[in-house]
């Protein structure tokens, strides 16, 4: 074999290695998909039949930079970092409106939780609106969620119950506790949303207590 020939295999062999090289950076890792869950537990004291409502979920607003398949975590305080092989299995503001209202119907024995859109025929007695203000945290640090809601009538012209909610629990090092921590700080945000439509109720249906006062114009004793 002369030296002309010897070079030429030895080109080949080089160049084919080469593809092989880049076809194999050319594989992207599998994308991980994780979910929210529902995790809040009954804590008894269901309503009344006579006391029972209809509950509907109406919206719940998240930041921009949150409502986007990838996970977003904080990095430092001004930055963030966007998960491009970890992301949600469905729209994230989606899954939180799920999950709320499914946390809800445990905590809310014995009232009816509707998501928006409702089913046919359903016809709601109060409207909840969640604005989500933070709902993000580091891993391996605290994940962190801020929200201001409000109960509306029917129609949605008054509010009958306002509240906010900042929370925080600790994550996890990776992606699988990040969104279990968001879980439970979901079921912590439906608990105070339970809670206030509770104590409502209550001061509704409270027995009025009669005082023993005596009207100013009626002589006391002794007088």
């Known amino acids: 074999m002369n030296r002309r020939a010897a070079r030429r295999i030895v080109v080949t062999v080089a160049v084919g290695l080469g593809v092989t090289a880049l076809g194999g950076c050319g594989t992207s890792p599998a994308t991980r998909l994780y979910t929210l869950a529902p995790v809040a537990e009954s804590r008894g004291n269901p309503a009344s039949p006579s006391d029972a409502i209809v509950i509907g979920v109406r919206s719940v607003?998240?930041?921009?930079?949150l409502d986007r398949p990838e996970i977003v975590t904080r990095t430092g305080p001004n930055t963030v970092q966007l998960a491009e092989f970890d992301q949600w299995s469905a729209p994230l503001r989606d899954s939180v409106m799920r999950v709320i209202g499914q946390?809800?119907?445990v905590l809310l024995s014995g009232d009816r939780v509707a998501?928006?859109?409702?089913?046919?025929?359903t016809s709601v007695d109060r409207e909840l609106v969640v604005q989500v203000t933070r709902f993000d945290g580091q891993l391996g640090g605290r994940c962190v969620l801020?929200?201001?809601?409000?109960?509306?009538t029917r129609r949605g012209a008054r509010s009958v119950i306002t509240g906010r909610s900042t929370l925080n629990d600790a994550c996890g090092p990776d992606y699988a506790a990040f969104a279990a921590a968001q879980s439970r700080l979901l079921a912590t945000l439906s608990a105070e949303i339970a809670s206030a439509i509770h104590d409502a109720r209550a001061?509704?249906?409270a027995p009025r207590v009669e005082t023993n006062s005596v009207p100013e114009d009626r002589p006391r004793v002794g007088e």
């Not at 607003?61 to 930079?65: A, G, I, Q």
């Not at 801020?146 to 509306?152: E, P």
């Open 61 to 65: 607003t998240l930041p921009e930079e």
């Open 203 to 205: 001061d509704v249906t």
């Open 115 to 121: 998501v928006y859109p409702w089913p046919p025929g």
């Open 103 to 105: 946390d809800l119907t």
């Open 146 to 152: 801020h929200a201001q809601w409000q109960m509306l």
